[in-house]
């Protein structure tokens, strides 16, 4: 089964940075698509960040060059850097890839607030 671990969430003021990690699991890491989530109360949960596994990245509209998906297929860690945040990037951010069917994580909550 595969299993993808979130990480890095918190508070944060609008204006911050904040840093999230995942970790993947009983998967052939190097070979996948992964994907960054976010859900925020109310509304759907909507793709933030796609990379390749060549290293090709593509961004959600909302956080084009602010927002910086990377990887490291040695460790099997995908990140999200995520800069000059605001109020409108709360949610609950989702680690993501397919392997078959879809698999999640858990999500880990950002929170954007003076």
């Known amino acids: 089964q595969v299993q993808l671990v979130e990480s890095g969430g918190g508070l944060v003021q609008p204006g911050g940075s904040l840093r999230l990690s995942c970790a993947a699991s009983r998967i052939i890491f190097r070979t996948k698509v992964m994907d960054w989530y976010r859900q925020a109360p109310g509304k759907q949960r909507e793709l933030v960040a796609t990379?390749?596994?060549?290293?090709?990245?593509n961004y959600a509209d909302s956080v084009q060059g602010r927002f910086a998906i990377s990887r490291d297929n040695a460790k099997n860690m995908v990140y999200l850097q995520m800069n000059s945040l605001k109020p409108e990037d709360t949610a609950v951010y989702y680690c993501h890839t397919r392997v078959g069917a879809d698999y999640w994580g858990q999500g880990t909550q950002v929170t954007v607030s003076s």
């Open positions: 990379i390749i596994p060549g290293g090709s990245t």
